[in-house]
Each structure stands twice: as structure tokens, then as C-alpha cells.
């Protein structure tokens, strides 16, 4: 649809930007921290690099601080778990505790929201040794979590996110690093959809938590949804498209905005011998969490093709690619689209059209948690000069208000990231900041902040409220 004229961003839109605990603060053990699989992990493999990350835990007042001059009106952080209970259960860390205190009180002091992740890939390691989310005692961990996080900062925390980007802990589990396969698991799939039950249930029990707790609290669901096309208009690819739009991304929003799992997901997981067991009372559960909005993390869209039912899933696939299933659906690259320096496609109509169908769906507002280009930066002089996310940026933030033209609720947008942070597979070197981070992927260098050129940029949009997306700004 063509608009002849456009809708303004709302007054009270939500301009930020977003990090996670584990890619940006660093102090992995310090303090009474435990490790977490990501600490454990190591990315990439051999490094300390999650030892130090951007350091955010020594120097977040001056991160706030650079958020603040951009005019940020909401930052969005994760809470480490295993830094407030470093066994995942049990005793809670009071130097953890005054830590994201700080934090908070740190953004309010500068009227900034704070949009808390509870869960951002960074299960504490004594419970991944417990079994993780396979564990069906897994939803309770957490529900003790969340009340840990209630109780402490729901006077001060009005926005909640539950589960970063469930979708693709279960989709692409080992390229995260966080999928636990329990010995003698025979049916991987069976398996993972188990563990993805137990984080819907966690998730919606939390969500009724919160509402009991903090009856003035927001929370909502943070997957990752991107639209998947078909890659022609035979109906057979319209049949593919629609399976792994259910599987990749209705799954997870019908389930947690209607508490009910999707038919076709459903009937895909009769046909493997993989649905999940509900243990006594999870149907109740299920039903009985609802959110007060939706986050999304948005990167691009996918698109798929008829599978004949004979070719292999790309087990290389990340998180953005169609990695393909036999006989349901078959990955297919986007002759139309560009791609990132990393290979990700770049498809802003398709962030307009994701809105779109999401709203249509859904009719809850939305705030966008995460979107955004990574790029190997360079700081010259003192400067980086980063024209491509602006533009990247720009087009994104177009079609948001193209996507409120249409008539779609957006609260917010919150890209990824705030400050350079690292990957979650790919080190330091790809970086999304707005904020430079003086290090290198094994050379901590001065770990000084500089501002980029999108920080200026992005200091003028949010000033404009999003009516001046050109590419000029002003350094001061
Ligand atoms: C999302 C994650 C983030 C972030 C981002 C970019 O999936 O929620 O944690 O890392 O993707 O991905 P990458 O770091 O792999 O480029």
C-alpha cells in the first residue's frame, strides 16, 4: 500500500537500544558471579574474551551516560542469572543484586526505561550440569528466578522481556551453545521440543507471577520473528512458507498469546513421534499467562521452498537461515535481497510486512528488541565512520513507521546494540554498536568508548522523533 501521507511516531515512542548480559558485561566471575554456559563456552572457541566483553560491568555509568546523550528513552539489558544466584538456585548474591540495583537506578536517574531481559542464553552452568531446560524442575528454577528479580526490582522495572529469542535456542540450540542433550537422547527432536515445553510453561507461569506480583508491570514474550516467503507462487511452496512460518514463528506467539500450541507445529511433531509430555496442570498454565505486549528481535526475513522429502537439513544453518526439513519445508536464498559483509540478508519491506502479519494476528502492541547490521568497524582517529548501518537503520526505521501508517501498534525500538558487544558466535570482530568499544578480538587494547558516526546520527532521529532519518548529523 502506497500512503499518501504518514503517520507521526507516537509522543511516547520508545527509542533505545539493546544489549545482553553475557555479550556486554564482562566481571564473568567476579563478585560472587557463577559461570554460566555462555562463561563456559567460550566464544569463540579458546578465548577469554567473555571474561571482559565491553566491560559494562565496570563502566556502565558512562555507557548510561552516552545512551542518555542520544536521548535514549528506554535501554534494554539483560539480567545474568547466575550473577544474582550462581547456582542457579539457592542463594542469591547480594553483590549481584546491587549490581543490576545500580544499573537501574543508574537509567532512572537519567529518565531512561529500563527494558529488562530475564533470560538471555546464559543459563547458569550448575543447572546446565542439572540438565538445563531438559530438566522438567526447569520451570520452577526459573519461576524462582523471577521472583528473585520481582521482588528486588519490580518497584523500580515496569517492562519485562521473558525468554530472549526462544525460537532459536530450540531451533538452532548448538549454534548458540545452549542446547543440553541429555545422555541416551535418541530423539533429538522429541528432546528439543520437550525443552522448548518446559520454557513455555516457565515463561507463562512467570508472566502470571509478574501480573500477581506487579499488578502495574508490563511483561511480554521476545522471540526472534521474521516472515518467511515462499520462493514462488507455486502452492506447494505456499504450503512450505506456511510450515515453517508456524514452525519458526506462530509456535511460540500463539503459545504464548493464546496458550495454545499451533496445529500445524503440532501435527509436524505427531509426525516425528515428538510432542511434548505436559506434565499435570501445564495446560492450565498454558492458558493462563498472558502478555501485555509483544517484543520482537527482527534481523531479516527467510524463504522457503516445496521439500520433496529426500534432501538433508543445512546443519550449518545460523540464526537467521532456513536450515530446511524433509518433506515440510526447504531453505532457499532470496534472489532479491542483498547481503550483510556476514551473509545475512538484508530486507527492510520484510520488517514491514513481519509487522503487519504479526499485528494482524496478534492485536497487541509491539516494541522491536533487537534489529541491526554487524560490520567489522574501524576507529580512525578517533572516528568511526559507519554510513552503512546508518542507511541500514534508516530503511528499517522507515518501514516501522509505514508499518504505524498501516495501522499496526508499535511501542518502541530498541536495535541491536547499544554499545559493541560480543557476537554470539562470531567474537568482537562483528560488531553493532552505536558506541565504538576500543578492543580487538584478542587484544583488550583501553576498552575507551567512541562515539560512531550512527551515534550522532541516531541522537538526531531520536530528537526528530523519527521524522528525520536523512543521513547528515552534526558532531558535537
Ligand atoms: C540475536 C541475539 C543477540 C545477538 C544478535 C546478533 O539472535 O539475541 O544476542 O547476538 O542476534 O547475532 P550475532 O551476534 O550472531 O551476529
Redesign the pocket.
Known amino acids: 500500500m502506497i500512503h499518501k501521507t504518514l503517520k507521526p511516531f507516537p509522543e511516547d515512542f520508545l527509542w533505545g537500544a539493546s544489549t545482553?548480559a553475557y555479550?556486554v558485561e564482562g566481571a564473568n566471575l567476579e563478585d560472587g558471579k557463577g559461570p554460566s554456559c555462555q562463561d563456559v563456552k567460550k566464544v569463540p572457541e579458546g578465548t577469554s574474551e567473555l571474561d571482559v566483553c565491553a566491560d559494562q560491568y565496570h563502566r556502565y555509568k558512562e555507557d548510561i551516560a552516552l545512551m542518555a546523550e542520544m536521548g535514549f528513552k528506554v535501554y534494554r539489558f539483560s539480567i545474568s542469572w547466575s550473577r544474582i544466584i550462581p547456582e542457579g538456585t539457592g542463594a542469591v548474591n547480594p553483590k549481584g543484586i546491587e549490581y543490576y540495583n545500580n544499573v537501574i537506578n543508574e537509567c532512572l536517574a537519567h529518565n531512561i526505561i529500563p527494558l529488562v531481559t530475564m533470560f538471555?542464553?546464559d543459563m547458569p552452568a550448575a543447572l546446565d550440569k542439572r540438565g538445563s531446560w531438559s530438566n522438567p524442575e526447569s520451570v520452577d528454577w526459573f519461576l524462582n528466578f523471577a521472583k528473585v528479580m520481582f521482588e528486588n526490582y519490580g518497584d523500580r522495572v515496569k517492562y519485562w522481556l521473558t525468554i530472549?529469542?526462544q525460537n532459536?535456542l530450540t531451533l538452532v540450540g548448538p549454534v548458540?551453545g545452549t542446547l543440553t542433550l541429555p545422555e541416551g537422547t535418541t530423539n533429538v527432536l522429541k528432546e528439543t521440543y520437550q525443552q522448548n515445553h518446559h520454557m513455555l510453561v516457565a515463561q507463562a507461569k512467570a508472566m502470571a507471577l509478574c501480573h500477581q506480583m506487579l499488578p502495574d508491570a508490563k511483561i511480554g514474550p521476545a522471540p526472534?520473528i521474521s516472515l518467511v516467503y515462499p520462493a514462488s507462487c507455486k502452492p506447494e511452496d505456499i504450503i512450505a512458507a506456511q510450515n515453517y512460518n508456524a514452525i519458526r514463528n506462530w509456535l511460540y506467539l500463539d503459545m504464548a498469546v493464546f496458550g495454545k500450541y499451533n496445529n500445524i507445529v503440532w501435527s509436524y511433531l505427531e509426525e516425528h513421534d515428538a510432542v511434548p509430555t505436559f506434565a499435570p496442570g501445564d495446560a492450565e498454565a498454558l492458558a493462563n499467562g498472558h502478555p501485555d505486549f509483544i517484543g520482537f528481535?527482527y534481523?531479516n526475513t527467510a524463504t522457503c521452498q516445496a521439500s520433496d522429502g529426500t534432501e538433508k537439513a543445512d546443519p550449518g544453518a545460523?540464526?537467521q537461515t532456513a536450515r530446511g526439513d524433509a518433506g515440510f519445508y526447504r531453505g532457499y536464498r532470496n534472489p532479491n535481497l542483498t547481503v550483510t559483509e556476514?551473509g545475512?540478508e538484508i530486507d527492510p519491506i520484510g520488517f514491514r510486512a513481519t509487522m503487519r502479519e504479526m499485528y494482524s494476528r496478534y492485536r497487541l502492541p509491539m516494541i522491536v528488541t533487537?534489529n541491526?547490521l554487524?560490520a567489522y568497524d574501524t576507529l580512525e582517529d578517533g572516528r568511526v565512520h559507519d554510513p552503512y548501518r546508518i542507511d541500514y537503520l534508516a530503511k528499517h526505521i522507515e518501514q516501522i513507521r509505514l508499518a504505524i501508517t498501516d495501522g499496526v501498534e508499535m511501542m518502541g525500538y530498541c536495535p541491536?546494540?547499544a554499545i559493541d558487544?560480543?557476537?554470539?558466535?562470531?567474537g568482537m570482530k562483528?560488531r553493532?554498536g552505536f558506541i565504538y568499544v576500543d578492543r580487538e578480538e584478542f587484544d583488550l587494547k583501553t576498552l575507551d568508548r567512541y562515539r560512531k558516526d550512527s551515534f550522532y546520527w541516531y541522537k538526531k532521529v531520536i530528537a526528530s522523533n523519527g521524522e528525520d532519518l536523512s543521513p547528515d548529523f552534526k558532531v558535537e
Open positions: 545482553s555479550q538471555h542464553f530472549n529469542e532459536m548458540i526472534n528481535n534481523y545460523d540464526q556476514f545475512w533487537e541491526g554487524g541491536w546494540s558487544l560480543i557476537s554470539t558466535h562470531e562483528k553493532y
